[in-house]
């Protein structure tokens, strides 16, 4: 039952990502200026401009350029970057990595860090505990990464030399952005958690469960944890998609390579393959970890599995 | 001894005290109504009685609760626990809301002889099985495996009540079981309450905002306004004359017959809230023949007989 759905909703993501091409390659056509800005020299001719302008395809109506470019992607072609001169797919494949690695383990770190934190919080409910948890999470959700990001490398790499300034050579150069990355993540998860458990702990259910004889700590963690959940994996799963392609300003603090630094890059140059490119991939990246969000959550819930059947 | 004696029972949370001067007495076998509106006191009786103030911030205190010899207001939460579930069982208003909706039901009921028996997955799931039979619950083995909101609300409350029976209690504790129910439902899941007193001597105490239930089902009775207790006494003897003006006007509210030319009487006004709860006798600012002393002075329960009533000018003494 549960495979039928997943395989129902991993169907859905042709369509919806079709639907989401039409609407990158738009915005990305719609920019003011174009590629040709960084590539033509000095002092050329507008005669140089038009020949250069229509060796690219940039010359043809926009419903034309589109299809050919969605034509490409079919058959899992990404094209040749304008300005960087590669194929788009080698520049993603190169960035995608380090994303991957930041991104997974900022994920793991503020979900689990997150998760304990909320359930602290919550069992600590009306004494300093909590009010601690709950200034945490007011400034992990206020303090904007890239001014943190700079702190961090003040103290830690610059004070203290522990870690590098910037640069992904090895591990350590991990910690810091990760470290960033986490803090905000941290104070969310820590958030729906705490807001979940208090929810969830005044309904009638767990009245019984206490009825039934149980103890605290049973209750906490078959019941009222798993239901806790339920909400943050939805968030959770929404922060897959961002913290892939939204790190952008903390990778470029750190000066980390990255799919964020590399759709910057390529907007500020028009560079219009590679922007759609990855645009493309963080689009995807947001519908598989909605994906995954939407079917732990079948599993996690019987309800949801009876209304997807 | 009695199976459940409260006296002087008294509540605090925070600095209110929404709970005072609650007693009554219940023998192994017997079932006791306590009647009365809505916010009354009813439920914060049953939660004192089963030691589970603290979920909402509040204590016991004033008098004391002693169940089968054991003083409940001065046992640790570890005895408790082994006997909330064990001994004293709970029966919750809303059966829409009082199974965990993530876990199969069976397991749900098995959680409590396994706790409270010591039995191992296979005897709780038997005894399960069981006991769902026993409730004229159909296909017991098959329910078995439901989930919570793949049932009707009749039979919800029915795997309540399996939960609340399965490590064999002595006392049960029904928070208005019916409230949340339809009427065909209501009768049915009362006459169950009824007959498994019966088949295993419990004890009984039955919440309810309805007098005919009382009337139908209970041995005793206690009525309760504005978070005290106000008369008590047999069924019986209550019902054929009442004695405080509140509980006549209970009773004056139970509909009779199919007239529609009769209008249902009700009572005017609602009880006041903790914070404006009148002085003297609580329900005087609603009574028809309250006089100065009521708004001046708390009335005293006063003992005849094994009935009792608290007012000034209690029926049937006067006269």
């Given at each position: 039952m549960i495979l039928k759905y997943s395989i129902q909703r991993l169907l859905m993501i042709i369509p919806v990502s079709l639907a989401i091409s039409v609407v990158i390659f738009l915005i990305v056509h719609l920019l003011p200026g174009d590629p040709i800005d960084n590539l033509i020299r000095v002092g050329s001719s507008p005669e140089d401009r038009i020949a250069l302008t229509a060796k690219y395809g940039l010359d043809r109506p926009l419903i034309t350029q589109y299809f050919l470019w969605i034509g490409q992607i079919m058959t899992g072609d990404f094209g040749q970057a304008i300005v960087l001169r590669r194929p788009v797919a080698d520049l993603i494949a190169q960035n995608l990595p380090y994303s991957l690695q930041l991104g997974g383990l900022a994920f793991l770190f503020s979900s689990i860090v997150g998760i304990i934190l909320g359930v602290i919080a919550w069992a600590s409910r009306n004494t300093w505990g909590e009010q601690l948890v709950k200034g945490f999470i007011l400034l992990g959700s206020t303090v904007p990464g890239f001014w943190l990001a700079l702190l961090m490398i003040l103290l830690f790499a610059v004070n203290l030399g522990w870690f590098p300034v910037s640069g992904a050579r090895d591990w350590t150069a991990l910690v810091l952005p990760v470290l960033t990355i986490g803090f905000g993540g941290i104070a969310l998860v820590a958030r729906v958690t705490r807001v979940a458990l208090l929810d969830v702990g005044k309904q009638d259910f767990i009245t019984l469960l206490h009825a039934k004889g149980l103890s605290r700590t049973a209750i906490l963690f078959k019941h009222l944890i798993p239901h806790a959940l339920l909400p943050v994996v939805t968030i959770l799963a929404l922060r897959i998609g961002w913290i892939l392609g939204g790190a952008v300003t903390v990778e470029f603090v750190f000066g980390r390579p990255g799919l964020g630094s590399l759709l910057i890059r390529a907007l500020g140059q028009r560079d219009y393959p590679v922007v759609q490119g990855s645009l493309l991939m963080l689009a995807l990246a947001v519908m598989i970890g909605t994906l995954i969000g939407d079917i732990a959550q079948a599993a996690m819930d019987p309800r949801i599995r009876e209304a997807t059947k | 001894m009695s199976m459940l004696r409260v006296q002087g029972l008294g509540v605090s949370i925070a600095t209110i005290s929404p709970l005072s001067g609650v007693s009554f007495e219940l023998e192994r076998g017997e079932i006791i109504g306590i009647v009365g509106e809505s916010g009354s006191g009813k439920s914060l009786t049953a939660m004192s009685v089963m030691g589970l103030l603290p979920l909402i911030g509040g204590q016991v205190d004033h008098g004391t609760i002693e169940f089968d010899g054991i003083e409940l207001t001065s046992i640790s939460e570890t005895e408790y626990r082994r006997l909330r579930g064990g001994r004293i069982g709970l029966i919750t208003q809303n059966p829409m809301t009082s199974?965990?909706?993530?876990?199969?039901i069976g397991p749900q009921v098995d959680d409590v002889s396994r706790l409270h028996l010591d039995h191992d997955k296979s005897q709780a799931k038997a005894r399960t099985i069981e006991l769902l039979g026993d409730l004229r619950i159909p296909e017991p083995a098959s329910i078995y495996h439901l989930y919570p909101h793949q049932m009707s609300g009749g039979m919800k409350q029915r795997i309540v009540i399996a939960m609340a029976l399965a490590a064999d209690p002595d006392l049960l504790i029904a928070d208005?079981?019916?409230?949340?129910?339809d009427v065909t439902v209501q009768a049915q899941i009362i006459r169950l309450l009824g007959d498994l007193v019966k088949q295993r001597n419990l004890s009984l105490v039955l919440i309810t905002h309805d007098m005919s239930v009382v009337a139908q089902t209970c041995d005793k009775v206690m009525v309760m306004y504005a978070g005290t207790a106000i008369e008590r006494g047999r069924v019986q003897d209550i019902f054929n004359s009442p004695r405080h003006p509140y509980t006549k006007a209970l009773i004056g509210c139970i509909p009779h017959g199919l007239s529609k030319t009769v209008r249902l009487k009700g009572i005017e006004g609602t009880v006041p809230g903790v914070a404006q709860y009148p002085s003297g006798c609580r329900f005087h600012p609603r009574?028809?023949?309250?006089?100065d002393i009521c708004k001046q002075t708390v009335p005293v329960f006063e003992t005849t007989g094994n009935r009792a009533a608290a007012c000034h000018f209690a029926l049937g003494t006067a006269q």
């Open positions: - | 199974l965990d909706p993530l876990k199969k208005e079981p019916t409230t949340a129910l009574c028809g023949l309250a006089e």
